[in-house]
């Protein structure tokens, strides 16, 4: 293939110009860690503790832009791996299943042969619940064994469960039950011997990916008479590990073949034609039968275009290999008659276009900057190129919703919940600095707990009073200011407000506008992406630069103000409002939003030491908040500060506050209980004027 002179210069442009949309190296690295860190809270924290949850595609990759608007795949498993692939590792009364790669499998598929429990023969000639007979006889486990619920939003692709959600960060979720084996397949063996001219992948990366093992996934070959007995086999780990270990443009010329594919091919031939997956697959057959030294920014363009080439053979030759199993070929059903021609000359007419294509794509406004940046000299294109960070807001945001929604997930079962899942936690926190952010929020949770068992006795216990302020310091490190919020709360219910305002002074003092709160709606920015760069950890945004809800259990009532009280019991059972994954735990627990509630405990506190400039000054704060910024729990924030005018006599004004609380939800709204006690202290006030 002969390479036009410009391409060169239009390669290093390029290279420069998706630098500027979110992929630099720093950033991409960044959202890598934090989607690791994602899929260890989730597994960790999850409340199916016989699962282990993997997060794979585009967004765990860092292979995406926000104009490609990518999902998220997570796959699930049960542990221990119940799948072998010889009798040999079978063990007495585990539920095995023996994987079966035979001529009546098709490649890239296994089917699932039971196993005794008490000893290593599998099943024949048996047939319920799963079990389902194959040609053979044999007793398979069938793949129609979907047990994913999430809720009513929810649609069904094949094995995988697609979860909308509109109030979170990401609007949809898919999600895959699958089992595990600890084994590499058979029919994937040729990859692990296969000769590499080029010595990529590295023997290292292969046999790391070899020990990673293989998900099957529950779905059939289309053109198998037994597709309802098959799994297909997918070794998305390794795929990942791959992707992880491209250099700079092998990333940029992957996202780059993604945007072609999105712009030019599924909007003729719709999503399932030629996917991301083929060219994932292309780029690692390019990349292990081609020179390191063709990988070099000065030859993106060149790169981009060997790939369409690529592809466009297999198209002609109506064969996609899998870069595991070559055997499977990846275009069947998919790529035939009229599309396979039409595919063919879309492909030559890009070609033949010579990289003009390129300004021609929207997304990120890429071809819009490619054309401007040929008008310009390569030093000033130098100055264009401004830090990206502002492109981590979807790794930034998923990693303290996931911690969010994990925190609340387990308080939403109790206090006898968070026990057996804090030892757990703790274990995970000595290894992974993750983990700890989570174990500190609950320990927030425990400590208050703790000290409300010890206040609401007779005689209060002092031992326990001291072992629960040890469990509230641990968790006031937590994040900027929901576990000091829980602190200066423990002391302010003793009437000990000196202590409380300090507190509530340092938190006040560090909750600058680059602090960004999270809540039941997922996460409000405010400047934190300002300060997202590759020498601030995952750790240091949740502790420095982000304040979450702060909850409080029933069984926490003796360390709560008494305003919160009441939210804990707004649910009477007599409504049924439907339900999504970030609010269900609302019924359960009272929630308040961590800035209304520094100014509401600051003016408790100020009320209860006769402060009344303070007291005034921290009632002004509170109607700030809420008439000028954004939060989570709107009706809860209202009814604090209806409680507060109370307290300052202000009945008519409390009243009309409570009426827009009850207007913005009239159903489990603590609202009501404080209009009765308004109701009732209006008669008080009028009867002592007769």
């Known amino acids: 293939m002969e390479v036009p002179d410009y391409y060169d210069v239009v390669s290093v442009r390029l290279m420069k110009i998706l630098d500027t949309i979110g992929l630099m190296e720093k950033i991409r690295w960044k959202r890598i860690e934090m989607w690791t860190q994602v899929e260890e809270l989730f597994t960790v924290a999850s409340c199916e503790i016989t699962k282990k949850i993997h997060i794979f595609g585009s967004q765990a990759e860092a292979t995406t832009i926000s104009g490609l608007i990518s999902d998220i795949d997570i796959v699930y498993h049960p542990i221990p791996e119940p799948v072998i692939d010889d009798l040999q590792s079978w063990e007495p009364n585990s539920r095995t299943a023996l994987m079966i790669m035979d001529d009546t499998t098709p490649p890239g598929y296994v089917k699932l042969q039971k196993v005794c429990n008490d000893a290593p023969f599998p099943i024949y000639n048996l047939q319920k619940e799963q079990l389902k007979l194959d040609m053979h006889g044999r007793s398979c486990i069938s793949n129609n064994t979907n047990n994913v619920t999430l809720g009513t939003h929810t649609e069904y692709h094949g094995p995988a469960v697609t979860y909308k959600d509109s109030q979170s960060t990401f609007k949809s979720f898919d999600v895959v039950l699958a089992l595990a084996s600890h084994s590499w397949p058979y029919t994937a063996s040729e990859w692990i011997t296969r000769r590499r001219e080029h010595n990529w992948p590295s023997q290292e990366t292969i046999s790391i990916i070899q020990k990673s093992g293989t998900l099957l996934v529950p779905i059939g070959h289309k053109s198998s008479p037994e597709r309802h007995l098959e799994w297909r086999i997918s070794l998305s780990y390794g795929e990942k590990i791959l992707v992880w270990q491209f250099n700079s443009t092998q990333y940029k010329c992957y996202v780059v073949l993604k945007m072609i594919n999105k712009y030019f091919i599924k909007k003729c031939f719709g999503e399932n034609v030629v996917t991301s997956y083929h060219w994932k697959t292309c780029m690692f057959y390019m990349i292990e039968t081609t020179p390191t030294v063709l990988w070099q920014p000065q030859h993106l363009l060149h790169c981009i275009e060997l790939c369409l080439m690529k592809m466009c053979t297999w198209i002609e030759e109506l064969n996609c290999p899998n870069y595991f199993i070559p055997a499977e070929n990846m275009f069947l059903d998919?790529?035939?008659?009229?599309?396979?021609?039409?595919?063919?000359?879309?492909?030559?007419?890009?070609?033949?276009?010579?990289?003009?294509?390129?300004?021609?794509?929207?997304?990120?406004?890429?071809?819009?900057?490619?054309?401007?940046?040929?008008?310009?000299?390569?030093?000033?294109?130098?100055?264009?190129?401004?830090?990206?960070?502002?492109?981590?807001v979807d790794a930034v945001g998923m990693t303290l919703n996931t911690i969010h929604k994990n925190w609340f997930d387990i308080l939403s079962d109790g206090v006898e919940r968070i026990?057996?899942?804090?030892?757990?936690?703790?274990?995970?926190?000595?290894?992974?600095?993750?983990?700890?952010?989570?174990?500190?929020?609950?320990?927030?949770?425990?400590?208050?707990?703790?000290?409300?068992?010890?206040?609401?006795?007779?005689?209060?216990?002092?031992?326990?009073?001291?072992?629960?302020?040890?469990?509230?310091?641990?968790?006031?490190?937590?994040?900027?200011?929901?576990?000091?919020?829980?602190?200066?709360?423990?002391?302010?219910?003793?009437?000990?407000?000196?202590?409380?305002?300090?507190?509530?002074?340092?938190?006040?003092?560090?909750?600058?506008?680059?602090?960004?709160?999270?809540?039941?709606?997922?996460?409000?920015?405010?400047?934190?992406?300002?300060?997202?760069?590759?020498?601030?950890?995952?750790?240091?945004?949740?502790?420095?630069?982000?304040?979450?809800?702060?909850?409080?259990?029933?069984?926490?009532?003796?360390?709560?103000?008494?305003?919160?009280?009441?939210?804990?019991?707004?649910?009477?059972?007599?409504?049924?409002?439907?339900?999504?994954?970030?609010?269900?735990?609302?019924?359960?627990?009272?929630?308040?939003?961590?800035?209304?509630?520094?100014?509401?405990?600051?003016?408790?506190?100020?009320?209860?030491?006769?402060?009344?400039?303070?007291?005034?000054?921290?009632?002004?704060?509170?109607?700030?908040?809420?008439?000028?910024?954004?939060?989570?729990?709107?009706?809860?924030?209202?009814?604090?500060?209806?409680?507060?005018?109370?307290?300052?006599?202000?009945?008519?004004?409390?009243?009309?506050?409570?009426?827009?609380?009850?207007?913005?939800?009239?159903?489990?709204?603590?609202?009501?209980?404080?209009?009765?006690?308004?109701?009732?202290?209006?008669?008080?006030?009028?009867?002592?004027?007769?």
């Open 334 to 392: 998919k790529v035939n008659g009229p599309v396979q021609i039409n595919l063919c000359n879309m492909l030559h007419y890009l070609l033949s276009h010579k990289g003009k294509y390129l300004t021609m794509i929207p997304y990120d406004g890429i071809g819009q900057k490619l054309k401007i940046a040929s008008q310009s000299p390569m030093t000033q294109l130098n100055d264009e190129v401004k830090d990206s960070s502002e492109y981590m």
């Open 419 to 690: 026990l057996p899942l804090f030892k757990r936690l703790f274990y995970h926190a000595v290894r992974q600095e993750i983990c700890t952010l989570l174990y500190r929020f609950l320990c927030s949770n425990l400590g208050s707990h703790l000290a409300s068992q010890c206040l609401k006795q007779q005689k209060i216990d002092q031992e326990g009073l001291r072992i629960a302020y040890e469990f509230l310091l641990l968790g006031s490190a937590s994040d900027v200011a929901s576990g000091k919020l829980k602190l200066a709360t423990f002391y302010f219910v003793q009437n000990n407000g000196i202590l409380a305002e300090h507190i509530l002074q340092n938190i006040e003092e560090n909750y600058t506008i680059l602090v960004s709160t999270v809540g039941a709606e997922g996460i409000k920015y405010s400047k934190i992406l300002k300060i997202m760069d590759e020498n601030i950890s995952t750790a240091d945004v949740v502790r420095y630069y982000s304040a979450f809800s702060v909850p409080y259990l029933p069984s926490e009532m003796y360390c709560t103000p008494r305003a919160l009280i009441a939210e804990m019991f707004r649910s009477t059972g007599s409504h049924h409002v439907s339900l999504n994954l970030y609010n269900y735990y609302w019924q359960s627990l009272a929630v308040v939003d961590p800035k209304l509630y520094l100014y509401f405990l600051r003016h408790q506190c100020s009320r209860q030491q006769n402060k009344k400039t303070q007291k005034m000054v921290a009632l002004s704060s509170m109607i700030w908040v809420i008439l000028h910024e954004q939060f989570n729990y709107k009706d809860t924030a209202l009814n604090l500060l209806a409680y507060c005018l109370k307290e300052d006599g202000l009945l008519v004004q409390s009243y009309a506050v409570l009426s827009t609380s009850m207007k913005m939800k009239n159903h489990h709204n603590a609202a009501k209980w404080q209009i009765g006690t308004l109701v009732n202290a209006a008669f008080r006030l009028l009867g002592g004027r007769h």
